[in-house]
């Protein structure tokens, strides 16, 4: 998997596999507390289910997970604490996030992970992490998937724990298998 997936940076990431996201993601779900709000932000295809797929299975998450673009919220129970998962593709307006149950998952019964979030970030919180999925196209041989580089940009105290545990957990798993 260390090939797959490498750390370029603080928080860093760069992944050449679906499976290589998930495991960071997975990474990524071991860490989460209740109050954490990861927003995730990229193109169609970017990554942002496969990144939380890994999440829901680094949390004890036992069902399938998929976008929930037409339900706009799909709770998860994990082997701990539950799972939100948004996705916010369909909302027009900040006025619409209190009936997507938006502000009910942030009251602390589980990490909420929103997809097309980042047009609501200062509706959603200051204390939350900004996770950028980009496709590297530029990186791309001919009908190969390309990679992706994955940015997590910590807002506020909690943030910056979770980001500097991620790349430490990162470290001493992924890079301990290389």
């Avoid at 169609?44 to 069902?63: C, F, I, N, Y």
């Avoid at 998937?145 to 992924?174: K, M, N, Q, W």
Wanted: with cysteine.
């Amino acid at each position: 998997m260390g090939a797959d997936l490498r750390r370029t940076g603080a928080g860093t990431y760069v992944s050449t596999s679906p499976e290589a996201t998930i495991e960071l993601g997975r990474i990524l779900g071991t860490l989460l507390g209740a109050d954490d709000l990861l927003i995730l932000t990229g193109d169609l295809g970017a990554g942002k289910t496969q990144l939380t797929k890994g999440v829901a299975r680094g949390m004890g998450v036992a069902d399938e997970v998929t976008s929930p673009t037409f339900n706009i919220e799909v709770t998860h129970e994990g082997a701990e604490t539950d799972l939100h998962h948004f996705d916010l593709y369909r909302l027009d307006d900040a006025s619409q996030l209190g009936d997507a149950g938006v502000y009910d998952a942030l009251d602390g019964d589980g990490p909420c992970l929103v997809e097309w979030g980042e047009a609501f970030a200062d509706e959603l919180g200051d204390e939350r992490v900004d996770v950028t999925l980009e496709r590297l196209d530029d990186e791309v041989a001919a009908n190969v998937e390309p990679p992706r580089s994955i940015t997590f940009e910590p807002h506020g105290t909690e943030a910056t724990r979770l980001v500097l545990s991620l790349d430490a957990a990162f470290d001493a798993t992924i890079c301990k298998e290389s």
